[in-house]
């Protein structure tokens, strides 16, 4: 079993950042990659970032590269998504998701994942 939970949204300005945390418990944190997903309302989950299991190798798409920065600590159990010039597109719940059968990559697909945060809101005003 694997317990994830995240922090750090919020309401905040077009342009403005913030910095998502995901702690996490249970089974040994570097023996599995850890990827950020989100969902607006009325659309499905989609994968925002991923990172592997040593932090060599991580992945974006294509509307959050550049401004989004994923990150992990294997020592504080912890993977941080750095969002930087937030658009109101970036408005959604942001779940962090845990992948325990990945080598040392990257994986999108929300199946690809074992384990799920409860999820953080991030809203981003106009």
């Known amino acids: 079993q694997v317990q994830l939970v995240e922090s750090g949204g919020g309401l905040v300005q077009a342009g403005d950042s913030l910095r998502l945390s995901c702690a996490a418990s249970g089974r040994m944190f570097s023996n599995y990659a850890m990827g950020w997903f989100r969902q607006a309302p009325g659309k499905e989950r989609e994968f925002a970032a991923g990172?592997?299991?040593?932090?060599?190798?991580?992945y974006y798409r294509d509307s959050v590269k550049g401004r989004f920065t994923i990150s992990r600590d294997n020592a504080k159990n912890t993977v941080y998504l750095q969002m930087n010039s937030l658009r109101p597109e970036d408005t959604a719940v942001y779940y962090c998701?845990?992948?325990?059968?990945?080598?040392?990559?990257?994986?999108?697909?929300?199946?690809?994942?074992?384990?799920w945060g409860q999820g953080t809101q991030v809203t981003v005003s106009s």
């Open positions: 998701a845990a992948d325990l059968r990945t080598a040392d990559w990257v994986t999108v697909g929300v199946r690809d994942y074992d384990y």
């Open positions: 990172i592997s299991r040593s932090g060599s190798n991580t």
